[in-house]
Structures are given as C-alpha cells and as structure tokens.
C-alpha cells in the first residue's frame, strides 16, 4: 500500500500543527490569520529567524523529525544567547510535493519534541507547495527578557574574558562522517563516539540554561553557528574591539581530539568549523569565576579561551603563543 498524500493545506495545518499550538491561546487553534502576544509587564519580546533548506543545510534524505528538530533548535539557540526564555514561534514550511501523512506526522513529532524541551509553542505560520524548489523550513522564534536586559553582541568590553560554552568543532567533524557514514573516515573512533560526534550535527543542544547567567553576568554574547572565528570576529567589529584567543584552550569533547589527534587537517575544525551552536560569551573579569561556577551548576560546562583587546580583529595565538593563520575562518554564506 502506498502512503497516504495529504490533499488538501487545510488538512496539513489542522491535522498535523494545529495541536503544537494547543496550549497558546493567542493561536486561535491556528483558524485565524493572525495571532496576538501579550508579554508580561516589564519584559521585552526578542525574536530571531533562521531558515534551513534541504541539500543546503540539511541532507535530502534526513529524517523528518530530526529536521523538525534542528529547525527550532538553532533559532532557540538564538534566544539563548540573548538571555531569553523561549515563548512561541512561527513557522513557515515549503513543501516541493504533496508530502505524505507519514512525513507530516514525524516532522511535527520533531517540532513538539523541542517545543516540549524547551518551553515553547507554535503559534501560526504559513504552508504551501512549491514544485521544483528544495524543501525549506524557516523559524521565527520568540522569548522574553526583562525589559532593557537583553543581552547583545556589540557590548563587549576591553578586558573581558571570553567564554564558550560546550566543546567545539564536534558539529563539523559530525557532519564528515554524515556525508560517508559507511566509508572508513575516522577509524579510531568507536561506534559510540561516531554517533556522538554525528549527533552534534544532526540535532544541536541549545544551552537554555545559561540564559539568566547571561543576563547577570556577559557584558556580550552571541551563539556559535559559523565558527568561532568568524563569530567572534563579527562580535568584536560590533563592538569595536579585538580579541586574543589561545588555540590550545579550545574545548574538545573525548571524540574530536581523538579524531585531531590522528588527522593534523582537521586541527582548524574547533576554530572554523560551524553549526556548534554553542554561547560565545565575554565576562569582566572580577565575574569568570562565578560565571565558571554557576554554569556548571546548570549542568553546562564553559571554559575561557581568551581575552577582548584594544584593536580590531580576532589574533589566533599557537601553541607557542604565535599568531596563526587559518585556511578558513568559518562559514561562508555567500
């Protein structure tokens, strides 16, 4: 038997989204045209948007929920670093075919499973059928801060300490081996670390808990989703600075420095390599201390790498303290 093909726009949203929407009563059961948010006294409305394309930032062949999933993770990763908690979120959903109600009930299985973790509810969007164009997701997310609070990237300050949360370059070493899952790349990792590394990739972990520890504590701060350099550059012409950054001191999970250990062309991926969606945070540094502590009291570890300067630009120091060159500092989307 074939799989069933949704038929009709009104199927899709009722039958599928409607009920990720059930607990906002600003959605309307998704039956209006709009929807209405009311923020609580004394708090601001932050909203970011990221779309994902298939075969762009996505494989064609990945799985429903995981694209769901990955889709609302990267915006709430957004959130995070601004110090939000997440409320709601948009969703606009391009469909080159009919998809099937098998497809439907996965993706949105993915959606309520990170909706559900972390605390926030659809609550309109738009759907149709675009033949002949890559699938494409796009997330408009919402959280809330104290009014005047949030935390931005052009606020850093000359001798502050810089932090990032997590290990880094897991993402681009994940995304390797999910291009040639089944050829010999990285041999000396187990079957563990391989899914490990490749579940970095395939479905990233908003640091959410750092978000009050942010709005306390970083006098800056912005997520990693095109590398660290690149990032960290953007972040420091914001804010009219520099920064130094020790390459030594970068965190690497038990599988990336395995993988670095035995392959030197990887060395640059914990510095250039994107979609770590880690917090890229400066602290002042009477605070590193208590910032180090507290995060680790939320379950997440982060680790200072260096420091804001006077200047422009991002130094990367070797092991011998000498400036180093990348090939690449991160992403490039254009």
């Known amino acids: 038997m074939s799989p069933r093909t949704i038929i009709s726009e009104e199927e899709l949203v009722q039958q599928f989204l409607a009920p990720l929407a059930a607990s906002a009563p600003g959605a309307f059961e998704l039956k209006d045209d709009c929807a209405t948010i009311t923020a609580p006294a004394g708090h601001d409305l932050v909203i970011t948007t990221d779309a994902l394309t298939s075969g762009l930032h996505f494989f064609p062949d990945e799985k429903p929920e995981t694209i769901g999933w990955r889709a609302l993770a990267i915006n709430i990763?957004?959130?995070?670093?601004?110090?939000?908690?997440?409320?709601?979120?948009?969703?606009?959903?391009?469909?080159?075919?009919?998809?099937?109600?098998?497809?439907?009930?996965?993706?949105?299985?993915?959606?309520?499973?990170?909706?559900?973790?972390?605390?926030?509810?659809?609550?309109?969007?738009?759907?149709?059928?675009?033949?002949?164009v890559p699938l494409s997701v796009t997330i408009t997310a919402m959280g809330l801060v104290p009014s005047g609070r949030m935390v931005r990237r052009g606020t850093a300050k000359v001798g502050d300490r810089i932090f990032v949360s997590g290990t880094l370059g897991d993402a681009a070493l994940g995304l390797a081996l999910r291009r040639a899952p089944e050829a010999k790349r990285f041999p000396e990792l187990d079957k563990d670390q391989r899914a490990f590394l490749v579940g970095r990739f395939l479905r990233p972990t908003p640091r959410i808990e750092l978000s009050g520890l942010l709005i306390d504590s970083a006098s800056a701060a912005m997520d990693l989703s095109d590398g660290l350099a690149k990032d960290l550059g953007r972040m420091c012409k914001a804010s009219g600075v520099g920064a130094r950054v020790s390459l030594g001191k970068l965190p690497l999970s038990v599988a990336a420095a395995a993988v670095l250990a035995a392959h030197p062309e990887w060395a640059e991926a914990p510095a250039n390599g994107g979609d770590d969606y880690e917090i890229l945070a400066t602290i002042a540094p009477a605070n590193a201390a208590a910032f180090e502590e507290a995060a680790l009291e939320q379950g997440v570890a982060v680790t200072d790498i260096g420091e804001i300067v006077k200047g422009a630009g991002v130094t990367l120091l070797d092991a011998a303290g000498k400036p180093a060159v990348l090939a690449k500092t991160g992403y490039e989307h254009f």
């Open 77 to 132: 990763s957004d959130l995070a670093a601004k110090g939000a908690t997440p409320l709601h979120y948009l969703l606009a959903l391009a469909l080159p075919e009919a998809p099937t109600a098998d497809w439907m009930i996965q993706f949105a299985g993915g959606l309520k499973d990170a909706q559900d973790h972390y605390g926030l509810t659809l609550i309109g969007g738009d759907t149709d059928r675009r033949p002949g």
